[in-house]
Every structure is written in C-alpha cells, then in structure tokens.
C-alpha cells in the first residue's frame, strides 16, 4: 500500500484487472447464445494479461494511461477477444442440464414481513445519515 497514495486507489487498481474480464463473461453469457466457455475463459484472462502490462508499463513510465480509460481499452479488448475464440471454438450443442419446470418461486408471508423491514430499517438509515 505505501506506493499508493489511498487505500481505495489501491482497491481500485487491482480490481481493475479482473472486473473487464467478468463483465465480459456475465455480458456474452448473458446476452449472447454463441459464447463459449473457450471465449469466456480467453476473455478472462486476457483481462488480467493485459491489465498487468498496462500496469507494469505504467511503473516503468514507459506509457501512461488514466484508469478508467484502460479498464475500458481492457474491456473492449477481452470482448473482442472472447467473441474471436467464440466463433473459432464454438460450444457444442447441448441441452439445459437444470429443468426450472417444477421450481416455484413463492415466498413465505414471514419471509416477505422481513423483506420489508429490512427495506424500511435501510431507508431510514439512509434518510437519517445520508
């Protein structure tokens, strides 16, 4: 931490090598029907690669780039990336392995009384301290 100026801009440096990498999973996976596991896999790690490069690039101060910029750059590049080995290895057909045919989303009137508390105790946290 001593190279860092905060705590939050260490947090945030370091979680910036992996969160372009699991937005493009959940984005691909969720949006996407020909995404593989092959392009989710290169596209993850791809997002720690690159993102150490950039890093180790900057603390030589051979190249700069502000933050938000190069999560971005990471971002687009490991999309890119994942749908490239997605086409190139695509996913074999299969079936859905979980039926959600008999599952029944209900909630118990406890459950939901709880909910509810839970939801007026943070409104008026957040109204009194905010």
Known sequence: LGGFEQGFQ?????????TPGIVVIFMLGMFW??????????????????SGV???????GAFTMPFMNRVGVVFIASLLAAIVVSFIAPQKATTLPISFAG???KTTAGFNIAA???VVFLIAVYSLWW
Request: no cysteine; proline share 2%.
């Open 54 to 60: 950039f890093w180790w690039l900057q603390s030589t």
């Open 33 to 50: 029907p020909r995404a593989s596991q092959a392009g989710a896999l290169t596209g993850a790690i791809l997002s720690v690669v690159l």
């Open 10 to 18: 260490y947090i945030q440096e370091f979680t910036g090598f992996f």
């Open 116 to 118: 509810l508390g839970v």
């Open 103 to 105: 599952v029944s989303y």
